[in-house]
């Protein structure tokens, strides 16, 4: 099935510092990334839906400035969070609609990245 | 109201139980519906579609209420490895190209 590889797993950074998360789909194209965020005991909450080629789109509360998010192509997207601070500390997930394999395909689920766990210290 | 609401748990049942999570949606319009399985510290993994007709895979069964706007997942005959934290996700449509909402997560230990 459809894979989305996300890297890196895990990153420690010192306050202050960018991190940069890339998730690629690698046997499909992702026109459209989901980006989540899911602080311990908390669901995943959706921050941004990058389309290639265009600018993404943020969900209310969240940074577009600080969280960037590039989808220069249909296999990868990135988010960078910049500048980050401690409460910025959390797992980060992608996750990319599957292609259709038919076009009666229905309640599709969702391919999702391995995650990636920050530490900002 | 949150959009999905699931019981966090912990549920602690011992193995071989029977253990059923129900989890609410606000939007009546909802079309698309599953539950996800997240191991501590890991993606979530889908674990089953929910039909309008009920479904059963294996150990697990799901249902659907629309007209109390619930959906529920039983399972029998608990393992040791069925423990893991358990996603809620409702879907607007039936596309994949839709933003997907998550529960909370009902977290489920299983005890030898």
């Known amino acids: 099935g459809a894979v989305v590889s996300q890297h890196p797993s895990w990153v420690i950074c010192k306050s202050g510092t960018s991190v940069k998360i890339e998730c690629r789909s690698l046997d499909f194209q992702a026109t459209t990334m989901f980006w989540y965020r899911q602080f311990p005991k908390q669901s995943l909450m959706l921050m941004a839906t990058?389309?290639?080629?265009?600018?993404?789109?943020?969900e209310q509360g969240v940074e577009k400035d600080k969280f960037l998010i590039n989808h220069a192509s249909l296999t990868l997207s990135t988010l960078t969070v910049t500048s980050a601070h401690p409460e910025d500390s959390s797992f980060y997930i992608c996750?990319?609609?599957?292609?259709?394999?038919?076009?009666?395909?229905?309640?599709?689920?969702?391919?999702f990245g391995q995650g990636t766990r920050l530490t900002v210290v | 109201r949150k959009e999905v609401e699931q019981d966090p748990g912990p549920f602690n049942v011992p193995e071989g139980a029977t253990v059923a999570f129900n989890c609410t949606y606000s939007n009546s319009a909802s079309q698309s519906f599953f539950w996800y399985r997240q191991d501590c510290r890991k993606e979530p993994k889908l674990l089953m579609s929910v039909y309008s007709s009920g479904n059963e895979d294996g150990r697990f069964t799901a249902q659907l209420n629309r007209a109390s706007q619930y959906i529920s997942l039983l399972i029998r005959d608990s393992k040791l490895s069925d423990s893991a934290t358990y996603l809620c996700?409702?879907?607007?449509?039936?596309?994949?190209?839709?933003?997907?909402?998550f529960g909370t997560g009902t977290k489920l230990q299983v005890i030898p």
């Open positions: 996750s990319a609609p599957p292609v259709r394999a038919r076009p009666t395909n229905y309640n599709t689920e969702a391919f």
């Open positions: 996700v409702v879907k607007p449509g039936t596309g994949g190209y839709q933003k997907v909402t």
């Open positions: 990058s389309n290639e080629g265009s600018k993404a789109t943020y």
